[in-house]
């Protein structure tokens, strides 16, 4: 017997039996709406293309959207490689360079260098958490997502009728104290780098306000944002969000841990705004990441581990439950709300 054991070593393995569905394909054609198919350490370059075309056919993944286009050449580039190379299976995104934010003409300068990106064959700006988090103008000041000076991009790409994908703040035990209360203990001690408790780092609240200021002042442009309205934790904010503004859309990416646990108000939301929620994983290309998503979709499956690399779950100290959508919820979420946006 053990008298005494540290919390990272508690691994507790559940006695409870219950069904347990494998669901190896989706119901449903799938568009993933979020990922990052040529950002170096997301796995896919270390993988045979053809191979991965073979999985995501049996899986019934059509598409898969490459967030991590960058822009001029090395887009060009990153278009040749998926997009072009296999036509209809990728759609990819530029983004935007953000050095010397403030200098003369600099939004000018990156309007231009985004409608090249759009004729280039572009589909869509994603733009990262390190607007509002890291990214500072020339006078050192944090540069927020509704800061003037970028107004005119975003009605570059509404204007190309094309979508922005923005990912603003990050899970809100982030921005608390790494203490025994902080129900992320174990990520973020794992990582250090994605805390943003402290002076430096602009407060959870703060950055969700600049955002959705951001979607209202520029009602003639799709955003999706990423990661459940940036804030999976509180359906009930992302859900008045959508009321308010009809040109947002969301998708579900890495936020299984968030929304699986909550299957009750998960399921209500889902229903309810199935005509704006995209399919998305934000993760490297696994079988076994997208048959959880699918199980997760289509399942009343109950108690189960929503990481299938970590019996911790690599979020936090839970399990979840599926939802077992409605087809014609599916059919939405999985393929043709991103088909539309994207008019494949």
Known sequence: MVDRIYIEDFLPRSELVVPDHKIPRAKFPV??????????GFGWEKRDMAEIISELDF???????????????????????????????????????????????????RCKALEKDI??????????????LIHRDQDNRL?????????????????????????????????????????RWDEVHAMPAWLF???????????LDSLYHLIESHPKTNFVTAHVGCYPENLGFVSKMMERYPNFNTDIAARLAELGRAP??????????ADRILFGTDAGPRLEMYQLHFRFLETADEYFNYSPHSLLGGQGRW??????LPDEVLRKVYHDNAARLLKL
Do not use: C
């Open 31 to 40: 568009v993933d709406a979020h990922n990052h198919v040529t950002y170096p």
């Open 59 to 109: 899986l019934n993944v059509a598409t898969v959207v490459n967030l991590s286009g960058e822009t001029g050449d090395v887009l060009k580039r990153n278009l040749e490689k998926v997009d072009q190379a296999y036509p209809g299976r990728f759609v990819t995104y530029a983004n935007i360079d953000f050095s010397d934010l403030g200098a003369p003409g600099w939004t000018e300068k």
């Open 119 to 132: 004729k280039a064959g572009a589909r869509g700006l994603k733009i990262y958490k390190e607007l509002g």
């Open 143 to 183: 540069v927020m997502p509704d800061d003037p000076r970028l107004s005119d991009l975003w009605d570059v790409v509404g204007e190309a009728g094309l979508p922005v994908t923005i990912h603003t703040a990050d899970p809100r035990a982030f921005f608390r104290p790494l203490d025994r209360f902080n129900e």
């Open 197 to 207: 408790y402290g002076s430096e780092f602009p407060a959870f609240e703060a950055l």
């Open 264 to 273: 009750y108000s998960a399921r209500e939301w889902f229903i309810k705004y």
């Open 319 to 324: 399990r979840i439950y599926g939802m077992s």
